[in-house]
């Protein structure tokens, strides 16, 4: 029963983060929600009773993926090798979301900030940016890093008129990035 839930919860925010995606946060309800679900509006308040429950539990999810990776990075030595894996694994991280969230995270700053887990999210990608560079960086190698992060997840929207897939603009947001972190020149 705890997969049908665990199922159930990430379909609704699946669909919610669509939906946000589409029309915006604060012009979605629950009830569209729940018509996109094609479930009762009671249905869905049995896992999530606000829209924000919902960003809420997006965020948590998200933050919990980034921990690991920090907790994981922090034990490693500062090398190229480590740096380039902490990148991968956001990657992954950032593909598994549900489609669209990336971008509602870019286009809903208003929202983010509103919600307690949009200042953590924040912060963890703030120490995700410190570990992805040396501690002498200069300032233009310190916004590579950062960039290299932003270039990770926002690729697969920010080339969404491309005639690509989401993997393909995936993996292109991944080679700029890991050629940021390298410090080599970024080209194809």
Known sequence: MGERRSGTRERIQAVAVELFAEHGYEKTSLREIAER?????AALYYHFNTKEAIVVSLFEDLIAGIDEIITWAEAQPRTL?????ILRRYARLARARPKG??????ESKT?????????NLQCRFR????????????LTEQLKSSLALITASASVFMLKDTDSTDEERYDAGLEVALQLVAGTPVHS
């Open 81 to 85: 090798e480590t740096r380039e894996e």
């Open 127 to 138: 120490t995700l940016s410190g570990l992805l560079r040396d501690p002498d960086a200069s």
């Open 37 to 41: 679900l094609d479930v009762t509006k």
């Open 101 to 106: 969230m990336m971008r509602f995270i870019q």
């Open 111 to 119: 929202t983010m900030q509103e919600l307690a887990p949009g200042e």
